[in-house]
């Protein structure tokens, strides 16, 4: 039943955001004279040669193990498909039933923590959406609703992929600890891929604790740092490195490229994994 309060259908708001009228009136989209459109460029083409790469790989589903290493788009396994030795990262809980490429039943986790990352969503925002293509440009869109509406609201499911990404951070420690065996599961195996994999993971950590949930679990809501002088050094210690937060992400997206490029190659016979002892 009308109240009589509602616009009626011919009502004309004034355009809110850069348009509305409260700003200064500048035709031009923007006043900008450096080559501004580089950075949302280049980043939108490393995210998507990322998003081809992986994809390739997921659904080739071939070459992602090569004794010792798996590889980490493709771990842990957990269907019982998957090409790797029984007592490594093979774990079969999904048995025969899934018949398509392991990768894509892991890939969901780290995927969707970084796909949440408070830096991530700045990099497709202005890379993809051009919400804004950068700063001090006007973006294209007529009305800004931030990540209040769906689908944006599912960012805020960014804590709970934390957890799972730690979950997957130490399995792909076990993993590189596991790199320190050779193909008769003998320990006391180095390799270049074992080098590979310990700067993988430490790049991995690194990017994982320096998000900005693990800033606001390690040292949020405490009044009193005094009173707790751990927690206190962990987040003066999360802080250093999520001031590093995009850098951290941005290696180690290329570090899980280059890892998971190195096992293909050399479980193509591509090349040899060259050994120190």
Same mark, same amino acid.
């Given at each position: 039943?009308?109240?009589?309060?509602?616009?009626?259908?011919?009502?004309?708001?004034?355009?809110?955001?850069?348009?509305?009228?409260?700003?200064?009136?500048?035709?031009?989209?923007?006043?900008?004279?450096?080559?501004?459109?580089?950075?949302?460029?280049?980043?939108?083409?490393?995210?998507?040669?990322? !998003?081809?790469?992986?994809? =390739?790989?997921?659904?080739?589903?071939?070459?992602?193990?090569?004794?010792?290493?798996?590889?980490?788009?493709?771990?842990?396994?957990?269907?019982?498909?998957?090409?790797?030795?029984?007592?490594?990262?093979? =774990?079969?809980?999904?048995?025969?039933?899934?018949?398509?490429?392991?990768?894509? #039943?892991?890939?969901?986790?780290?995927?969707?923590?970084?796909?949440?990352?408070?830096?991530?969503?700045?990099?497709?925002?202005?890379?993809? =959406?051009?919400?804004?293509?950068?700063?001090?440009?006007?973006?294209?869109?007529?009305?800004?609703?931030?990540?209040?509406?769906?689908?944006? #609201?599912?960012?805020?499911?960014?804590?709970?992929?934390?957890?799972?990404?730690?979950?997957?951070?130490?399995?792909?420690?076990?993993?590189?600890?596991?790199?320190?065996?050779?193909?008769?599961?003998?320990?006391?195996?180095?390799?270049?891929?074992?080098?590979?994999?310990?700067?993988?993971?430490?790049?991995i950590w690194a990017y994982t #604790?320096?998000?900005?949930?693990?800033?606001? #679990?390690?040292?949020?809501?405490?009044?009193?740092?005094?009173?707790?002088?751990?927690?206190?050094?962990?987040?003066?210690?999360?802080?250093?490195?999520?001031?590093?937060?995009?850098?951290?992400?941005?290696?180690?997206?290329?570090? !899980?490229?280059?890892?998971?490029?190195?096992?293909?190659?050399?479980?193509?016979?591509?090349?040899?994994?060259?050994?120190?002892?």
């Amino acid at each position: 039943m009308a109240t009589g309060t509602e616009p009626s259908p011919t009502d004309h708001r004034p355009p809110s955001g850069v348009r509305g009228a409260g700003r200064a009136a500048i035709a031009a989209p923007h006043l900008r004279t450096d080559r501004w459109w580089l950075a949302p460029a280049a980043t939108a083409a490393g995210l998507l040669a990322f !998003v081809v790469y992986s994809t =390739w790989r997921a659904f080739a589903n071939a070459d992602y193990y090569a004794a010792p290493y798996v590889s980490p788009l493709f771990s842990p396994c957990l269907a019982e498909n998957c090409q790797t030795m029984r007592s490594g990262p093979n =774990w079969d809980l999904f048995g025969s039933w899934w018949s398509l490429s392991p990768a894509i #039943i892991i890939l969901i986790f780290p995927l969707g923590f970084r796909l949440t990352c408070y830096y991530y969503r700045k990099a497709y925002y202005r890379g993809f =959406w051009a919400s804004p293509p950068a700063c001090a440009v006007a973006e294209p869109h007529k009305k800004y609703t931030g990540e209040t509406r769906f689908p944006l #609201i599912l960012q805020n499911v960014h804590r709970y992929f934390f957890y799972a990404a730690i979950v997957v951070a130490g399995i792909l420690t076990y993993d590189t600890a596991l790199a320190f065996r050779d193909e008769h599961y003998a320990w006391g195996h180095m390799g270049l891929g074992t080098l590979v994999f310990l700067v993988n993971i430490v790049l991995i950590w690194a990017y994982t #604790i320096s998000c900005h949930s693990c800033r606001h #679990i390690v040292g949020g809501q405490l009044k009193h740092f005094s009173r707790h002088p751990v927690r206190y050094r962990a987040w003066r210690f999360v802080g250093k490195l999520n001031a590093h937060h995009m850098l951290l992400a941005w290696v180690s997206l290329v570090s !899980v490229s280059l890892a998971d490029l190195y096992v293909y190659l050399v479980a193509s016979g591509a090349f040899d994994d060259p050994r120190f002892f």
